[in-house]
């Protein structure tokens, strides 16, 4: 499913970049564009960036 549609990045693209570093909304739009367009996924991107912190922070 695509999280991005500007730049067509989907969800598990996402994660794979979280899983290899980025931290925040720059390091993901720095690693595939994503939220540089019309920023309508940055909602989302926020989102998926919160959830992976819960599971993080549950997992510690
Ligand atoms: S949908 Fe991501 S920048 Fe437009």
Same mark, same amino acid.
């Given at each position: 499913?695509?999280?991005?549609?500007?730049?067509?990045?989907?969800?598990?693209?996402?994660?794979?970049?979280?899983?290899? #570093?980025?931290?925040?909304?720059?390091?993901?739009?720095?690693?595939? #564009?994503?939220?540089? #367009?019309? #920023?309508?996924? @940055?909602?989302? @991107?926020?989102?998926?960036?919160?959830?992976?912190?819960?599971?993080?922070?549950?997992?510690?």
């Amino acid at each position: 499913m695509f999280v991005c549609i500007c730049r067509a990045v989907t969800e598990d693209e996402v994660h794979e970049h979280c899983n290899n #570093g980025a931290y925040t909304i720059d390091d993901i739009a720095d690693r595939c #564009g994503a939220g540089e #367009g019309c #920023g309508t996924c @940055l909602e989302r @991107l926020d989102d998926i960036l919160s959830e992976r912190a819960g599971i993080a922070t549950t997992a510690a």
